[in-house]
């Protein structure tokens, strides 16, 4: 999707090690958001930033944690991957005011 | 508690006809909310946007509406194609908060 990236795409690891996720944004937007996806529960939001070293929990945080050290990154981290985390992670971003939000192309982790 | 709910079954209509969806949420005051249409393997693409004080939105084959007192919106294709075929999710932003929340998606198969 223009102006936004995730790397990687796919992954496959193993339960226990660490795993970081990335999410580039050209925009200059405030906002970015990494969400999950997965059957039966839609996206739901695991955390957000609203500006450089400034983020927030989400509804499904547990397990994760992030960082946004410069305005077009922000990585999010499984510091032990779980079974339960498999799933497709989503970043998105937006800008502040109604706008509709930019969905990257996601990264499909699979936890064995 | 609060919920959004899209019908989780696929709807099916043929080339021409007009698609409709639903969405209704429950214990949300939306300041506004959005429609995306998701494809498979890809990232959801924002559609429209329609706010607590706007009863309509149209944008091409495209229209929404929203009702604050049956807390309902609704989303119609007009003159339906087979690639309108996808699934299409509603968000909303809660009064308050920079973060939507997304109903499951309901997916849409148009047939020629």
């Known amino acids: 999707d223009a102006g936004i990236t995730q790397s990687p795409r796919h992954k496959v690891t193993e339960t226990g090690t660490p795993v970081t996720l990335r999410c580039h944004q050209t925009?200059?937007?405030?906002?970015m958001y990494w969400y999950r996806q997965d059957p039966g529960h839609g996206l739901r939001l695991i955390h957000y930033?609203?500006?450089?070293?400034?983020?927030d929990k989400g509804e499904v945080s547990d397990g994760y944690s992030v960082s946004r050290s410069k305005t077009e990154d922000f990585l999010l981290t499984l510091e032990s991957a779980t079974s339960s985390q498999t799933s497709v992670y989503f970043c998105?971003?937006?800008?502040?005011?109604?706008?509709?939000?930019?969905f990257g192309s996601g990264t499909r982790l699979t936890v064995v | 508690s609060q919920k959004i709910e899209q019908n989780s079954e696929a709807l099916n209509i043929q080339e021409g006809k007009t698609a409709t969806l639903t969405c209704n949420y429950t214990?949300?005051?939306?300041?506004?909310l959005q429609w995306y249409r998701q494809d498979p393997g890809r990232g959801p693409v924002f559609l429209l946007l329609i706010r607590e004080n706007e009863k309509e939105k149209r944008k091409e084959r495209l229209k929404v509406t929203f009702d604050t007192t049956l807390k309902q919106s609704l989303f119609h294709i007009t003159a339906s194609q087979p690639a309108d075929s996808a699934t299409y999710l509603c968000a909303l932003l809660n009064t308050g908060f920079q973060k939507l929340v997304f109903g499951t998606g309901t997916r849409l198969l148009v047939s020629p």
């Open positions: 214990n949300y005051s939306p300041a506004y």
């Open positions: 930033s609203y500006g450089v070293k400034d983020t």
């Open positions: 998105a971003i937006s800008e502040e005011g109604d706008y509709g939000y930019t």
């Open positions: 925009e200059n937007h405030r906002y």
